[in-house]
Nanobody
Framework: QVQLVESGGGLVQAGGSLRLACTAS????????MGWFRQALGKEREFVVG????????YYGNSMKGRCTIARNNDKKTVYLQMNNLKPEDTAVYYC?????????????????????WGQGTQVTVSS
């Protein structure tokens, strides 16, 4: 059973950048497809970006497309979310998610139900 811990959140001015990290423990990390979601106050949790277990496939939601990049380091059991040109509307709690998959299953995973494991989230606040 994998456990996920996010880090790297904080307060940043509009136009700035942040890199979030999600480190896994308790599981075989390279068996998991990974994703990032976010949830603003009073809103539903939404998909940001995902990456296949091998890292060969990435897929982006509309909310931050063109302003974020996902990457993973399987040796470090960590997935990263690099966010650039941040806007006040990016203010949210950012969650890391994981789903154990078979190697040949590289489909996009963009829904909450596509993932079985979640971190506790890290707050990102963008000031104007």
């Amino acid at each position: 059973q994998v456990q996920l811990v996010e880090s790297g959140g904080g307060l940043v001015q509009a136009g700035g950048s942040l890199r979030l990290a999600c480190t896994a423990s308790g599981g075989t990390f390279n068996r998991y497809a990974m994703g990032w979601f976010r949830q603003a106050l009073g809103k539903e949790r939404e998909f940001v970006v995902g990456i296949s277990r091998s890292g060969g496939s990435t897929y982006y939601g509309n909310s931050m497309k063109g302003r974020c990049t996902i990457a993973r380091n399987n040796d470090k059991k960590t997935v990263y979310l690099q966010m650039n040109n941040l806007k006040p509307e990016d203010t949210a709690v950012y969650y890391c998610a994981a789903k154990s998959t078979i190697l040949s299953d590289d489909r996009d995973r963009t829904s909450l139900s596509d993932y079985s494991h979640w971190g506790q989230g890290t707050q990102v606040t963008v000031s104007s």
